[in-house]
């Protein structure tokens, strides 16, 4: 069995909202207990609607925010208990790239320095060293020599979005967390940086986390899909079977909504109605209000993810458990 490179269980993250002097404070559970892996050599897509946690799990995997609660393992060690130097070099083998390659970029520091930066901070070269592992870099990222010294807002949307991979790459990784990292893109400007992901993924044979809101992209780019709905999984699946047989409505909602290049097709609906606010999560199965198949029972009670088929795992009362086979291992294995 595969072992996983990381692994989230039951991860959660709340932040507290000010309804001013006098009133008491709100919860928000931005991410509400939250499990994957994610296996050595496999890109795991994260999708789902705006706001609803893509973002700050993307963050709580590469430790720039602490969870209020749960686990994350690395490599079967738990990275929440890392300290110190330890910690420095766990961040070498976790890296994340930005949605917003020109805010994720110092305004004062050419980009050729924002990657050296990189190489400094973890003792990796210095000096003439550090100048040439940064030109390498820029070659290997597509990006000319002579951009070396360029402000970032001397370089368009894709070349510095290629600056903040360079940088992510520059330490080595052996996961690269990618949030939204072509949202802010052209169209064709998204298909160069999507290629140079797979390219950079066979060759260094990097594992990736790629969180979209775009299920095309995802399709395109993905091993394994989780689907995110306020903070929680609430389906998980192989992409082929993902986007072959969608099981929870949620699921299938954002599936019907992807634009089709068909003439004259009438626009088809996503999910009815606006997600509930992330304050006030209503009870049972919070998709429940805007669900066209919900039960007497989906108001009330809250399912977990339960296996419904090889590797895929649905949360939602239309789907009974389905029975695993005897010793049957639920951490997905990567096609040779």
């Not at 931005?30 to 496999?42: D, F, I, K, R």
Request: glycine share 8%; proline share 9%; hydrophobic share 45%.
């Amino acid at each position: 069995m595969t072992t996983p490179l990381l692994e989230a269980r039951d991860l959660e993250r709340h932040f507290t909202v000010s309804q001013g002097f006098g009133r008491p404070s709100l919860w928000v559970r931005a991410v509400a207990g939250v499990s994957l892996t994610v296996l050595p050599g496999e890109t795991l897509g994260v999708v789902g609607e705006s706001g609803c946690g893509k973002s700050t799990l993307a963050r709580l995997l590469a430790r720039l925010l602490d969870p209020s609660a749960g686990q994350l393992l690395y490599d079967g060690h738990d990275a929440l208990a890392i300290r110190g130097a330890a910690l420095r070099e766990w961040r070498r083998q976790v890296q994340i790239v930005f949605q917003d390659p020109l805010g994720a970029l110092n305004p004062r520091m050419t980009v050729g320095s924002a990657v050296e930066e990189a190489l400094t901070a973890h003792r990796l070269a210095r000096g003439r060293a550090a100048g040439d592992r940064v030109a390498a870099l820029f070659e290997q990222v597509g990006l000319a020599a002579d951009q070396v010294s360029r402000y970032p807002h001397e370089l368009s949307g894709g070349q510095r979005q290629r600056v903040g991979i360079a940088r992510a790459l520059a330490v080595e990784p052996r996961l690269l967390i990618c949030d939204e990292p072509v949202s802010a893109l052209d169209v064709s400007v998204q298909a160069q940086i999507l290629n140079l992901l797979r390219e950079l993924q066979a060759t260094l044979g990097l594992s990736l986390v790629f969180i979209s809101h775009d299920l095309r992209v995802v399709r395109s780019m993905c091993t394994r899909v989780a689907v995110l709905y306020l903070g929680r999984v609430v389906e998980t699946a192989p992409a082929a079977d993902l986007y072959a047989t969608p099981q929870h409505p949620y699921t299938r909602a954002l599936l019907a909504a992807v634009p089709r290049p068909v003439p004259h097709a009438r626009p088809v609906a996503g999910a009815p109605g606006e997600p509930p606010s992330p304050v006030h999560v209503p009870p049972g199965c919070a998709f429940h209000p805007r669900c066209p198949e919900r039960r007497a029972e989906c108001d009330r009670d809250r399912p977990d993810l339960r296996p419904t088929g090889p590797l895929h795992d649905v949360a939602c009362v239309l789907y009974p458990l389905a029975a695993a086979p005897a010793g049957a291992a639920r951490v997905p294995r990567l096609d040779p």
